[in-house]
Every structure is written in structure tokens, then in C-alpha cells.
């Protein structure tokens, strides 16, 4: 039988209740103990009677649960190796992958002012369909804009906290499943851990305590990630209030399936993240052309020191066909259209980049292609020096 395990934590009602407490005192007094500490962040700058709502744009998710699980999680481990250090959770805990093991983050620090929070793809995992990375490694791989050396490289510079991905529901799942309902193996056991929201949540602590007070930040994603950054930004608004927040969503637009928007919800209810994901007060956040790209008109809304870029390809084979099943000429048309809207809803602060094909992804092994006139790497870096040629591109 499958069962969805949503655990209460003490600190999602001491967010709700201390709302005059910065964030970073409320974490340090929410400390097991055992080292987790974050009194050097100044995360809040509010004064003691102002409540968060007045300064988090996202204080409706905040109050539907999406930071249960910040403070729960201290790393068991962290290891240094040249300028990364890789922070192991013990798989006993909330943090784990989609079958158990371990989770694992890193991070570096390059004394920069500047910080990329890097959410790393790898497929999808639901009761119909299950391809996904079920392990995380530590460090950061060597790999297109990840990779330091890289010629232009806009973030190579910055101090990175690099997020693997491992549990199958786009970085902010928290459910548990037993699916050997046949006694194969193990009946009644279970045996898929879909722990995305803790396993964010447990990094992002990480994060806050190696970088607490950046310039601005870089909330960069690719497919799985690029979703993942939809559903990481208002944690990390949480925790950085204030600082400009740059979304590089790689091949993960939100763009389902056309005029079925029961598909992206049975997702959503599957990971257990609909409740605390998507705002109560948007409707059109799931409309009913089947996309959820009204989510980044929301955060656009609400969040002035918030820019989007959304990276996809026309066609692209792994999301149209493989995991939703549309086509890829059904897709275009639907990707083209919902991107143009996206953009004249917040002219000055969304930008698109659609390139001709089916392939999938730009920013690990496809930086140099180019997209009208600008290669991928170009591109992000026009965004990020806040330059006019940062501009909506299509082929």
C-alpha cells in the first residue's frame, strides 16, 4: 500500500510564531546541539515588532509549510578536498536518497561576494514512470559552467553550494512509498524515499552558514534542477531577504501537458508538495492549458529584487516525449506561447532562450551552442552583468 509521510516539525510554528526573531536567531535557537549554529547569519533585518509577511514576498508558502525542515538536519561529516568540502547526512535521518543512501552536498569558497546555489538534474520518479538518479556523490563535477576553468564562464568566480539530486521529486518531494506490493523482495517495507524537501532543506542550512551574507545570489538548475529552482526559491528568499535573486531555469519551464492539468497535479500530489508549493492564493499557478508557468508570474509578482531566465529546446525529446508524452511539435507550440507570456508579464525581469531541436539542457555539456546570434554561456553572462544583450532569443 502506498502511504505519504509528511512528519510536523517543532520549527515550522516557531517561523510562524516568532515573527520579530530573525531567521538565523530562530535557526540558532532551534540548534539540537550539536554544532548547527547559524548566529553568524544576518538574515533579517526587520525590526522586532515588524512581522516576516512585511518583508518575505513568500510568507503565504512559508505559512503552508515549505521551511518545516529548515534547522532539522546537521551534517555527520564534512570533508575538505582542495576548495570543496562535501557534507555527508546520515541516511538515518531526514535527508536520503530515492532508495535510502545517503545525501551528500558541497560547497566552495572562493571569497566571492557573489554565490551560486547549483541544482543538479537527473529524471523523475512517479507511480507510472520511474527513471531517476538514485545516489549523490560529493564534490562538484568538472562539467560546462560547473566547471571553473571553462573560457567566459560568468560564475567562475563565485562561491558555489552544489545540490545532487537523488530523489526523484524534483528537489521538494516528501512522501514514502512501499511499491513491492508483490513480495518480490520485501512487502510492507518501505522502500522509495522521495526526501527532496529535506534534503534541500538540510543544503540550504549548509549554505546560509558558508555564505551568509552574499551581494546576490544565482539560483541556477538544470532539468530536474531547473524545476527544483521553482520550488528552492522561496526558502532561499527566506533565508536571504533582501539580496537580488537570479533564476537560471534550465530545461525545466513548467510546460506540461496541453489542457490537462490534472497531469502536473497528480505529480504534485504524488511527492506530497502541492500543499506546500503551491500558493493557495494562485489558482492560475496550475491553469487549466495544463502548465504551471503561471508560478513564475507569481514570484515575479510578489518579489521585486527577483529575474528569471528560462533555457529550453523546442522540441525537447526528454520532457515532450520521454516523461510527459506530448510531442514534440505539440510541446513548441504550447513552450513558445507560455514563454511569450511569462515575458510580457515582467518585461524588465523574465527572459527566455528557445533553440531549435529536440536536445535537452544547455548548461552542463551544451554552453557554447548558440541561439540567435548568442551562445548559451554569452547569454547567462548577459543577464548576470545586467547587459542589453540580455534579451528574450528564439531560432
Known amino acids: 500500500m502506498k502511504t505519504i509521510k509528511n512528519c510536523p516539525n517543532p520549527l515550522q510554528t516557531l517561523l510562524r510564531v516568532l515573527t520579530g526573531i530573525t531567521l538565523a536567531a530562530a535557526l540558532a535557537a532551534c540548534s539540537n546541539g550539536n554544532g548547527n549554529n547559524n548566529s553568524s547569519t544576518t538574515q533579517n533585518d526587520a525590526e522586532p515588532d515588524q512581522p516576516i509577511a512585511d518583508v518575505n514576498p513568500f510568507q503565504e508558502l512559508v505559512d503552508q509549510g515549505v521551511t518545516r525542515y529548515l534547522g532539522a538536519y546537521t551534517p555527520m561529516l564534512s570533508e575538505t578536498e582542495g576548495d570543496i568540502v562535501s557534507h555527508r547526512f546520515s541516511a538515518s535521518d531526514g535527508p536520503m536518497c530515492l532508495r535510502g543512501g545517503e545525501y551528500v552536498m558541497s560547497t566552495r569558497d572562493l571569497g566571492s561576494e557573489d554565490l551560486v546555489i547549483f541544482l543538479q538534474g537527473g ?171 503561471g508560478v513564475h508570474n507569481w514570484g515575479l509578482d510578489r518579489d521585486e529584487n527577483l529575474r528569471i531566465s528560462l533555457l529550453s529546446h523546442k522540441q525537447d525529446s526528454t520532457i515532450a516525449n520521454f516523461f510527459f508524452g506530448v510531442g514534440g511539435a505539440a510541446w513548441e507550440t504550447e513552450l513558445v506561447r507560455e514563454m511569450g507570456e511569462v515575458e510580457a508579464a515582467s518585461p524588465d525581469r523574465a527572459r527566455s532562450l528557445i533553440a531549435d531541436g529536440s536536445a535537452h539542457t544547455f548548461l552542463i555539456g551544451k554552453t557554447a551552442a548558440e541561439v540567435d546570434g548568442i551562445t548559451v554561456l554569452d547569454w547567462v553572462a548577459a543577464m548576470l552583468d545586467d547587459s542589453p544583450q540580455w534579451t528574450s532569443r528564439i531560432d
Request: one cysteine or more; charged letters at 15%; aromatic letters at 8%.
Open 123 to 293: 529524471g523523475g520518479c512517479w507511480d507510472t514512470l520511474c527513471a531517476a538518479t538514485e545516489t549523490a556523490a560529493p564534490g562538484i563535477p568538472k562539467a560546462g559552467i560547473l566547471d571553473n576553468d571553462l573560457p567566459g564562464n560568468p560564475i567562475a568566480d563565485m562561491n558555489m553550494a552544489y545540490l545532487p539530486y537523488c530523489d526523484g521529486g524534483v528537489h521538494a518531494s516528501d512522501a514514502e512509498y512501499d511499491i513491492d506490493e508483490n513480495g518480490i523482495i520485501e512487502p510492507g517495507t518501505t522502500d522509495q524515499f522521495h526526501h527532496g524537501l529535506h534534503n534541500l532543506s538540510a543544503a540550504l542550512d549548509v549554505t546560509v552558514q558558508a555564505f551568509p551574507a552574499p551581494r546576490r545570489i544565482v539560483l541556477m538548475g538544470v532539468s530536474g534542477g531547473g524545476f527544483g529552482t521553482i520550488f528552492a526559491l522561496p526558502l532561499v528568499r527566506t533565508l536571504y531577504p533582501d539580496i537580488p535573486i537570479d533564476v537560471v531555469n534550465d530545461s525545466g519551464v513548467s510546460v506540461g501537458r496541453p489542457n490537462e492539468p490534472e497531469f502536473f497535479k497528480a505529480l504534485l500530489s504524488y511527492w506530497n508538495i502541492a500543499d506546500s508549493f503551491i500558493p493557495d492564493s494562485c489558482p492560475q499557478c496550475i491553469a487549466d492549458d495544463g502548465h504551471g508557468t
